[in-house]
């Protein structure tokens, strides 16, 4: 890897050492990122910061971590994850067309990393996008963490891969300089498609007792004479710095991007919804309006599909503006990982699937946490109330899984208008965010001038007679209201709010309501019980001593109606009626006993 | 898909309609899930259910759901999730080997399914395994769910990936029976590589004004004039059953498997861990030690590695039993899609990787759970403990991955002895499970006797003057056994929860613990606040009316030594004796209040 990096660094890439972020800068991606010892070296050497940081490697007081993170400003997606990186750089490819900057992309990738199917993913979608501003090179050293890789030295199993996949590929001695020299060059030249340098290169390189053996991956030398005997074979093979010509001020020697005027990208406001009070709107169709809306004002936003915007509506925003929606085909991880390093490049990209298949992308929902990017995902059909496609398709772990990384915002509306709201909310909230969706048609409940701050809830009915407060989001709100409804027959009155941000959530909204009602807290959800609504709830509400009754999915659910598996997986306004019922007959029998 | 469903079931396959589990009958796995109605229908015509029950196709009263599911006894493993049934079937192909039986694996794609990269990860594996028990068909209609596929009809883009992949490749007119069964010969006689059969079709085909034309996936007739149309269309290109000759009856002309004996599969007993009290010993560790014991008594054991093995410890099964260990090289998502496959043919398969790098196969650890298969997870590596390497590296949302489910026991042990008996526990557990293994060494606690049922848990410390219950798990369990001596020096007792079952989970032991320790419930976990333990807790004592405090990971970690990161995170002995010394004076100041 020293060779090509440094091939890379000081006679290839066009960058700005002190500058990372210059909008016209080559980007360079380490999707292997253990290897991020040389990265940080390059950097160091190239000018970044003093040489002497590396010594702080891996130490709780430096940004030189483990794994590259972008704590440091030379890094723009976290790496450490295998195939993800290559997946970053197709969107930091597309970036380049979207601001017509003619910056290329490097992407440095590990053999055993070439096994993950997402490389393949972005294999696809690369050569379909052409992306002749793109060149990876794969590091085929043979040896996997334990063991040797699938193919080893055999580069004719990667050349044709890569040439199946549409890549145009050069396979090279990957210490021969000039090789690697000549290949960039090729790359570079190659038009209507992405260039894979295939380098042969031997592990451990320059130490003869490590040299091409196994057993050596990210183990450290022991200190003494093995890092002695190590360091003295290194410094025999040392070429002295000239003292003139090129080589001898290798930072001077950098290409730097040219500091052009940019038009700024600042968005005009959006208009606001336009939608009538009790209007049937499912809430992914008025994701698909709002992205749409959103886009006309703010090039800055692009959308990504994985084959299914009739389902999600994203193909709105396909219409308003083709030439920032991203197709993907039946690819989550690839779309996902580029819309990671398009969030890194200033783009404000919403990929969008059904939430089920978000899951598929969970290793990149958690990157992207890690990376703290803006993207901006959306999930449709979640939940029992898709009806009769069956458990496949249904979302039920997606709150779950997008609540467990602390630094998400987590939407989930209920209407057309507070979708609206809401998709320019979050497209503006620093770092990631996710939007829940449904599937069926709801009624528009309120009006366009209504405002939905993230991190906010409503509170839909209430009286100083609540005896509970029912707390939905999504299709079970309007469940909550049915209950409503039917127990103000009986003259019993309840609270019900609709808790459209569940991260942040608002605690003091929750907690006032559970002490005007009693301190009977109910939720409801088209979701399984953990790591939803009723846990997002019950930890706001935890410190202020009140607990939560939670109406949950519980089981595998079936195919059915929506209506049908509403009601038997016992989210549905009868089960809320029953359990306001019950919770109030607890509450009964403890005064009584109390009184006793 | 009818041309060759046909063919492979009324000519090709070995099976019995009555009796689809026979160890020896040939599988047929629907990968695109989504042509469920093909494959019911195939399988009332051979006889393994009424015709009529196709009538309550995705109705709630039937199991003929939207996608196919085990519930149907005919089903292996639920899809509709594409790119899935690919990587079940290379489980059931491997499956075939070890209990040497000649039995075939047919599975049959989509041509957009093939963007997955799964589908790739599954390309690698069949052909390095060699798995000439497996042929796979691609139903190339050209036609996505939302528009054309990427490479539309041109079978030569196909074609070229597979045989790049390894696969021996065939490429026909989908529509011509002989050119399929012909194609479905030459898979058979093909050795020492996987077949891929790529199938030019017409979607819609034989309804005129439906042929190879977008916008009608998954779309059915209307009622009336369409439907009628369309049935007419169909009606005049059946061919009359013949009334004698092989067609006439088409159920007597399957092929069916002998009824051969077979050995059963029955486990001796594991013999009891032989660890010494105070020993120190990565759980990591123990749990490899206990895979490869399991394996010594239980021939149905098996394990998988995504190139982690001498981290994870799965090398110790390895060398015990190499003819059930399974390489996938860095590919998670075929690694478990496989142990899916294995577990549905009666196999126990224990795949595992690092924790962080389980939730690249989120999806598929969905889908195990809708097919509610024996497959038993383990990540290692798991929370900041993991230390250097970074977030990127560290597990800290796998439990509320895991947890989300309804039916995975999710187990965390702190120590060899627990590990090794859960590791026993969870291999006879119905259905899928996961545990959750450190890094770190930690001292054994247990008695080499000592049970560890699932749904239980361990009080490690009390008495009868405890004022707090500190909940951990793993490495905070030792967080707390440290706060415990600590706080015991200024005579304050707490009673520890050792917390291995998560899911199962003691309510009834969490309940006893809180009612005896004044209300104070603590837990301390290496993961992050939403998911894990604290919301296990908090929801199995809710009930009760019991609330927690939770000492978790609450912002995204970076590099640094174990112990530095336990303390900067936020989970170490000083927050707890902390935690335990707040929740006492609060408690206080509630009593001074409710005195005046």
């Known amino acids: 890897m020293a060779d090509f990096t440094a091939a890379l660094f000081f006679a290839e890439m066009r960058f700005d050492p002190k500058d990372p972020h210059n909008p016209d800068a080559d980007r360079f991606v380490l999707s292997k990122g253990h290897a991020a010892p040389i990265l940080y070296s390059a950097w160091a050497e190239a000018g970044a910061f003093p040489r002497e940081d590396l010594l702080q490697l891996r130490e709780i007081g430096s940004d030189l971590e483990g794994h590259p993170t972008p704590r440091l400003n030379f890094v723009d997606v976290a790496t450490g994850s295998l195939g993800q990186g290559i997946c970053a750089a197709i969107g930091s490819a597309l970036n380049a067309r979207r601001i017509k900057s003619d910056y290329r992309t490097y992407v440095v990738m590990g053999d055993g990393e070439s096994a993950e199917g997402s490389v393949w993913e972005a294999g696809d979608v690369a050569a379909m996008d052409g992306l002749d501003n793109l060149c990876a090179i794969t590091d085929v050293n043979a040896l996997g963490q334990s063991r040797a890789t699938m193919w080893q030295h055999d580069m004719e199993q990667f050349a044709r891969r890569w040439r199946a996949f549409g890549w145009h590929t050069v396979v090279i001695d990957g210490h021969d300089m000039n090789a690697i020299l000549d290949a960039l060059a090729e790359a570079r030249s190659t038009k209507g498609q992405p260039t ?59 290409q730097r991007p040219a500091s052009r005027p940019r038009p700024v990208e600042t968005p005009k406001p959006m208009p606001a919804p336009a939608y009538k ?11 698909g309006v709002a992205i749409a809306k959103l886009g006309d004002v703010d090039t800055r936003v692009v959308a990504l599909d994985a084959d299914v915007k009739n389902s999600t509506f994203s193909d709105k925003f396909e219409k308003a503006h083709p030439d920032r ?210 846990d997002a709830v019950a930890e706001a509400v935890a410190d202020a001593g009140f607990t939560v009754h939670r109406l949950a999915v519980r ?32 509450q009964k029998v403890q005064k009584v006993q109390e009184a006793r």
């Open 555 to 586: 089981e595998i659910p079936r195919s059915g109606k929506p209506e049908e598996l509403i009601e038997r997986f016992g989210i549905s306004a009868a089960h809320i009626v029953q359990e306001v019922q019950r919770v109030q007959k607890v």
């Open 196 to 254: 894979m340098i295939l380098a042969r290169t031997i592990k451990g390189k320059g130490v003869s007792f490590v040299e091409g053996k196994d057993g050596w991956h990210g183990k450290p030398f022991k200190k003494g004479e093995e890092m002695d005997r190590a360091i003295a074979e290194l410094e025999t093979q040392f070429v002295p710095v000239p003292t003139d010509g090129p080589a001898a001020n290798l930072t001077a020697h950098i």
């Open 277 to 287: 009070m009790g209007e049937q709107v499912a809430t992914r169709e008025a994701y």
């Open 325 to 534: 929606f991203y197709q993907n085909f039946i690819a989550e991880q690839v779309m996902v990982g580029s819309a990671m390093g398009l969030a890194a490049r200033g783009a404000i990209p919403f990929p969008s699937t059904f939430a089920a298949f978000l899951t598929r992308a969970a290793d990149f929902v958690r990157m992207a946490a890690i990376s703290n990017v803006n993207v901006k995902f959306a999930g449709s059909h979640a939940g029992v109330s898709i009806g009769e496609d069956g458990p496949s398709q249904m979302a039920l772990e997606d709150l779950a899984m997008f609540r467990a990384e602390p630094n998400y915002a987590v939407l989930y509306p209920c209407d057309a208008v507070s979708t609206e709201r809401l998709v320019a909310a979050m497209a503006y909230h620093p770092g990631p965010a996710y939007m829940r969706t449904s599937r069926p048609k709801t009624p528009v409940i309120y009006g366009n001038d209504e405002q939905f701050p993230i991190g906010g809830l409503k509170v839909v009915r209430q009286s100083t007679d609540d005896v509970a407060t029912v707390v939905g989001a999504g299709v079970t709100l309007f469940e909550a209201l049915k209950a409503y409804d039917q127990l103000r027959e009986s003259r019993t009155l309840i609270r019900v709010i609709d808790l459209y941000s569940l991260s942040p959530i608002d605690r003091d909204g929750l907690v006032a309501a559970a002490r005007a009602t009693g301190g009977n807290l109910i939720t409801v959800e088209d979701h399984y019980a953990a790591g939803g609504i009723g």
